[in-house]
């Protein structure tokens, strides 16, 4: 591994013209300086296009690109995907940002510990200014509206183990990938929220799998992002569980397991 290898954020983008550029300041402004910024446009009826090229004159590592509008986020990442030139890659939401030392520090743990991802906590900002800070895993089920606080972390454990936590919603955390992991498999394009089965299909693609806590990855809730925007179908939350059954049946997961996510798959409607 090169001592300061090549990071690709990736940072699928709708009509984000009112904070895409406090997004972009925040990797600007990380200790680690070695990545590239490539900004997919999902045809955005805003200004978020021309910020970014107007951002990108200044700033040879940012790459913007769009495409006809999908309302996918998936559909975005991977085209993404597919110019990301990095050794680890990060996938940013064009409201979101990432405290200072989050590159600097992930490549490091990277480096020293051979780990196939890192969840970094995540620090939820509402609107009223108030936040919540979760992250690691824990005893119990979450629900972000009661927990404020970090379960077990500095801590690895084995790919098929984050499947079976997040499975029973006790794990919490923000990837940081190496690029092998997105090698083998892309985000699943079939609805709207395929990310809720990407993220446990990545989990089972690696071998190991660190929790820090140090830095942060900071969630906004905004109504006008295409991401925190809620219109999932339950026919496409019905079908990502469906398909979760199906991987967990793959892997050999115990019955238990599986009876819970029938169960959750069966609550949707």
Not at 58 to 69: D, V
Not at 216 to 243: A, L, M, P, R
Request: aromatic share 14%; proline share 2%; hydrophobic share 35%.
């Amino acid at each position: 591994m090169e001592k300061n290898p090549l990071v690709s954020i990736i940072i699928p983008c709708y009509n984000a013209e009112n904070f895409i550029e406090n997004c972009i300041n925040s990797i600007i402004n990380q200790t680690y300086i070695n990545y590239e910024i490539i900004c997919v446009d999902d045809g955005s009826t805003d200004n978020t296009l021309k910020i970014l090229k107007n951002l990108s004159i200044n700033n040879s590592r940012l790459k913007a690109y769009s495409i006809n509008h999908t309302g996918i986020p998936s559909v975005v990442k991977n085209y993404g995907l597919k110019l990301a030139k990095g050794e680890f890659l990060l996938i940013l939401d064009s409201d979101d940002m990432i405290t200072e030392y989050f590159l600097e520090k992930g490549i490091k743990y990277f480096q020293d510990n051979l780990v196939d991802i890192i969840l970094y906590p995540v620090k939820f900002m509402f609107s009223n200014n108030n936040y919540k800070i979760i992250g690691g895993i824990y005893n119990n089920s979450l629900n972000i509206s009661d927990v404020n606080y970090l379960g077990a972390t500095n801590k690895i454990i084995s790919g098929r183990d984050a499947f079976r936590f997040s499975i029973y919603n006790k794990l919490i955390g923000f990837p940081f990938y190496k690029k092998t992991i997105d090698k083998i498999i892309n985000f699943n394009e079939e609805s709207f929220n395929g990310d809720e089965y990407s993220f446990r299909e990545h989990l089972l693609q690696a071998k190991k799998i660190a929790f820090i806590d140090t830095e942060f990855y900071v969630y906004n809730f905004n109504q006008e992002s295409i991401t925190k925007k809620i219109g999932v179908h339950h026919w496409d939350t019905w079908k990502t569980w469906f398909n979760l059954e199906k991987l967990a049946q793959k892997h050999n997961y115990e019955k238990k397991l599986i009876k819970k996510i029938n169960k959750i798959r069966y609550s949707i409607y």
